[in-house]
């Protein structure tokens, strides 16, 4: 087998691996979603014939959201454990993403109930779709999704009077820190084409060909709708800004590819 041959092998065998977790997450989020259908049902839009159901399911959430981030820690620690003693560590990270997932689920039933629900509905795919660019795009694409995809919740969550304090100013606190955080990361690995150096070690996060102005524009314009959100409420404007600002750059990167 010549080089190029070898080449080829292992670029096949690198886009199998790729297919592969892109069709876990798939899954994953298909059945996630089938059960919010399933919690909805028997959850939140009950008969009196289900309310002990009902009941039980609530009792059960109280328990799982608590119960689960413990286990999720504990599977973060054996795949940590893992990678250290250079051994594989593929199935414990996919055991610790899985119940990071039901973690998440859980802790949102749990606390908004139906509200949490019709949140977690939005959220899944939109997860899914991050993976998807995540493992097909450019990394710095996947950040400027990441960044909208917060943008989008932002202009739900922020605005909603029927939420407390508390959740509403606080996400957009935590928008704010993120963004300003962001800007700041893209900014050094701009200086230091697209590598990062952490512990003395230098790793490489984006391509050198990597549009950092996307980026700062991302950053802009995420801004610049959670502010007009916070004045102006949920109105269909702010989300249409957000969602043209991502097929423009879905365009763009989808070309980068060609």
């Known amino acids: 087998m010549n080089k190029k041959e070898q080449e080829k092998l292992q670029r096949e065998r690198q886009e199998d691996v790729v297919l592969n977790k892109v ?3 798939v899954v994953g989020a298909v059945v996630l979603e089938f059960l919010m259908l399933l919690l909805n049902r028997y959850y939140v839009h009950y008969t009196p014939a289900d309310i002990p159901l009902a009941q039980a399911l609530r009792t059960v959430f109280r328990v799982l959201a608590v119960a689960l981030p413990i286990g999720t820690a504990a599977l ?23 119940a990071a997932a039901l973690s998440v689920c859980a802790i949102a039933v749990a606390l908004f109930s139906g509200s949490g629900i019709q949140l977690l509905y939005t959220a899944i795919p939109t997860v899914a779709v991050l993976a998807l660019i995540y493992y097909l795009y450019q990394r710095d694409f996947f950040v400027a999704a990441a960044l909208c995809a917060m943008g989008l919740l932002g202009v739900h969550v922020i605005p909603r009077s029927d939420l407390s304090a508390l959740v509403s100013y606080g996400y957009g606190v935590l928008a704010a820190v993120v963004l300003a955080a962001a800007v700041v990361l893209v900014r050094k690995l701009q200086t230091g084409d697209g590598a990062l150096t952490v512990s003395g070690k230098t790793r490489e996060i984006f391509s050198r060909s990597a549009n950092y102005a996307m980026l700062y524009v991302t950053c802009g314009v995420v801004a610049a709708v959670l502010i007009a959100a916070l004045v102006m409420g949920s109105v269909a404007l702010l989300y249409g800004i957000l969602v043209a600002w991502l097929l423009i750059m879905a365009v763009y990167y989808t070309v980068r590819l060609m």
């Open 76 to 98: 973060a620690a054996w795949t940590v454990s893992l990678r250290r003693q250079g051994k594989k560590a593929g199935l414990a990270g996919g055991l610790t993403a899985a």
């Open 23 to 25: 069709i876990w997450w």
